[in-house]
């Protein structure tokens, strides 16, 4: 089989050459007509003219970055001009462009980045706000507090990952182990910015040894609690 395999790429090397051979270029450095000996030798006729007009060609490039260095563009309105070592184009452009600055420096704003969404927004001098707006300190908070808790789950010991509501209001009889009474699922609101409000009866996962205490997130260690139950509880152990 392999045999057949490389007799068949031997004659189709063979065609190939042969209709190559039928094929004349002309080498782009000297001009001569030639016919290609090698397989990806079709612009020039020898490796001393490729190596020569590649030489020309970076020589050429070299011209052209030199050219486009000379050339100037105005500061203020970006066009091209031939004012020597200046700045700006014209005078006018010299004034618009110093007024402008002088009434930057007399502004009480300046532009930087959101530190939750990335978008440009108007800071006052002398002022540490990093969000752009309210939604942006919730975001981040949230996420914050969401690494934090992540970070404080795996440095206090094993953690259970099959660990959710639904099982545990199974397990419970969907009963509150502080207040011995039934949760309700449905007891929540969503406003309209599209955040989730969870109500007083709405259950929530407890854990008996808090985070906080070295408790850890495992199944002998969490239980079903009222939203209310669980943050009157806050990080108190019963």
Known sequence: ???????????????????????????????????????????????????????????????????????????????????????????????????????????????VDCKCCGKQFMQEYKKSKVYCSDECVRTYGKAEHRHARRKRIKENGRVDQGININRLARQENNLCHICHTVCDDSDYKITDEGYFLAGDQYPSIDHVIPLSKGGTHTHDNVRLAHFKCNRDKSDSIQ
């Open 1 to 111: 089989m392999y045999a057949d395999i490389e007799k068949r790429n031997e004659r189709r090397r063979e065609r190939y050459y042969e209709k190559r051979q039928d094929i004349t270029y002309v080498c782009q450095c000297c001009g001569i007509e030639y016919q290609p000996k090698e397989k990806n030798r079709d612009r020039y006729c020898s490796r001393e003219c490729a190596d020569k007009q590649k030489a020309i060609n970076k020589v050429e490039r070299l011209k052209r970055m030199e050219e486009y260095k000379s050339i100037k563009f105005c500061a203020y309105c970006g066009i091209v001009h031939s004012a020597g070592t200046s700045t700006y184009c014209s005078d006018k452009c010299s004034k618009e462009a110093q007024s402008l600055k002088k009434r930057l420096r007399t502004m009480s704003y300046k532009i």
